[in-house]
C-alpha cells in the first residue's frame, strides 16, 4: 500500500496551519508555516482563486487525512463505520480515528509525531494489554493498557518523547505512568475533547452526495 513519502511540511503549508507531524521542529521558529505561510507551488504566492462550497469540504477532508495520516481508502472506510454507527456521524470518524493505536501512543506522548508512533507500531516496540501489536489501524478499547517495550524504553526517541510531554497536550480521556510506561483509554472522547481544527460536518457533506 503506498504513502505519501514527500516533504510533511508542504502539507502544513498547503493547509496553512501546523498540523504537527514533523515532531519538535513543528514547535520551533524552523516550522514551515513560520518561514512560508503561503501554499506550496511556484502560484502560491499569487493570488488565491475563491474557494467553492466543494473546495472547502475537500479542504477539511484532506486536512483531516494529513493529521492523522490516513489514505484515502482508509479514510473512506473509516466514515462507512461512522455513518453505520449511532450517534453523530463526523463526531464518530473522529472518535474512530482517535482511538488508533498510533494516534494513542502519540497523544500518550511516548512518540514525538504520529508518523513516529506509526513506526514504533510497526516495529514491534509497543504493547496492548501485554501482547505486541504491530499494526498502527488497531482500534484501541476503553480499559486496554499500552505499553512501551522494556528495552525500547530506552530509545532516544522515546526518551525525549516522553521528557517533553507536555507538548502533546494529552488529552483528559487518557492516562499515563510515566514509571512504568504504561497508559490506558479511560474512555472515548467527546468531540469538545478532541484538539484537532477540523470541521468534521463538511466532511460529513462531501461524502454523502
Known amino acids: 500500500m503506498g504513502r505519501y513519502t514527500g516533504s510533511v511540511c508542504r502539507l502544513c503549508r498547503r493547509e496553512g496551519i501546523r498540523l504537527y507531524l514533523k515532531g519538535d521542529r513543528c514547535y520551533s521558529d ?83 509525531s504520529r508518523n513516529a508512533s506509526r513506526q514504533l507500531v510497526l516495529h514491534g516496540h509497543i504493547f496492548v494489554n501485554g501482547r505486541r501489536v504491530d499494526i498502527p489501524s488497531y482500534s484501541v478499547k476503553v480499559g486496554e493498557t499500552v505499553t512501551v517495550k522494556a528495552k525500547s524504553s530506552k530509545l532516544d526517541l522515546v526518551k525525549e518523547a516522553v521528557a517533553n510531554r507536555r507538548r502533546t497536550e494529552m488529552q483528559s480521556w487518557l492516562d499515563f505512568d510515566e514509571g512504568t510506561m504504561t497508559g490506558a483509554l479511560l474512555q472515548i472522547p467527546a468531540r469538545d475533547e478532541i484538539p484537532v481544527p477540523v470541521q468534521e460536518q463538511l466532511i460529513v457533506e462531501l461524502y454523502s452526495k
Open 30 to 112: 524552523k516550522c514551515a508555516i513560520e518561514r512560508r505561510s503561503y501554499p506550496p507551488g511556484e502560484h502560491g504566492q499569487g493570488r488565491r482563486p475563491k474557494v467553492t462550497p466543494y473546495g472547502q469540504q475537500l479542504r477539511e477532508k484532506q486536512k483531516a487525512r494529513r493529521i492523522y495520516g490516513v489514505l484515502e481508502r482508509q479514510f473512506r472506510n473509516y466514515f462507512k463505520r461512522a455513518a453505520a454507527r449511532q450517534g453523530v456521524t463526523g463526531e464518530v470518524l473522529l472518535q474512530l480515528l482517535e482511538t488508533r493505536l498510533d494516534n494513542i501512543v502519540y497523544r500518550l506522548g511516548i512518540a514525538p
